[in-house]
């Protein structure tokens, strides 16, 4: 199998203009001797592609091409490659491309953790080259990085479960979500999306907690065993007293979450655990007596191995995530981060459709 020595993606040209991604070719990085190159046939659109784009994280190096829920077949193995992986397989890439594989956290499936993680896209590596991400015709990245797609979840309903299906499952499976257990999902956008159909897989009693009662009916549809509106319920806090041992706030911001009553509806030892990234400026005002032996932490992405345990779970369980999707190219890339801003998606976008727009 022959491809060219040059990538070519849809990619960011600026921050200012960052809604019109332009076809771009671009060097990919070297190729070291664990690297396996994927030919890419769907990539999810996650919300720090947009963070990103618009540079609320700061500035970018430009071009930038974002997309790291990438799904594609594999065309070619490093020479020391030793995970099983084979050519013409189906696999995926999440958000993180690179850690030591050394040090205690990476020893331990804490790769997010490691201090030498590199994320898909806009990151520089050890060597210099700052990496690329999945509106692309490929990616190279380290095998480490790469799992199998099992063969009963098609392409476009696997990409999303790769950045922000793990980022929810990996604080639900390592605070106990499961059965007898009460789980709070506050958000019901993409992730949140995903976090209800995985709670409810693992057999938890499932809350969906959102500010107004609009998405009710999507809830109870993916399986939610209640729903909580709380700009319309008062103090929820004291309603539900007492009820959760873990809640995943999924929201785009934490600073949206009253603390002040957040933490009189978890149990005694109750984890609230945030998932989202807000954008730089943003600061957390808490009084600590109002955290009665409720514990708040922040969960970055997840593991390989809880990202294999997901994609098994999905598998197992035909959990079908709500997903839309739009071609890949400079119009489905512009169609998509338009309405990723306005909010206006159910739940995910997937591009596809990349044989079309690449044709090498
Ligand atoms: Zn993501
Ligand atoms: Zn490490």
Redesign the pocket.
Known sequence: MSYPEKFEGIAIQSHEDWKNPKKTKYDPKPFYDHDIDIKIEACGVCGSDIHCAAGHWGNMKMPLVVGHEIVGKVVKLGPKSNSGLKVGQRVGVGAQVF?????????ND??P?????VTTYSQPYEDGYVSQGGYANYVRVHEHFVVPIPENIPSHLAAPLLCGGLTVYSPLVRNGCGPGKKVGIVGLGGIGSMGTLISKAMGAETYVISRSSRKREDAMKMGADHYIATLEEGDWGEKYFDTFDLIVVCASSLTDIDFNIMPKAMKVGGRIVSISIPEQHEMLSLKPYGLKAVSISYSALGSIKELNQLLKLVSEKDIKIWVETLPVGEAGGHEAFERMEKGDVRYRFTLVGYDKEFSD
């Open positions: 850690s030591c594989l050394e040090c205690d956290r990476c020893k804490n790769e953790y490691c201090t030498k993680f």
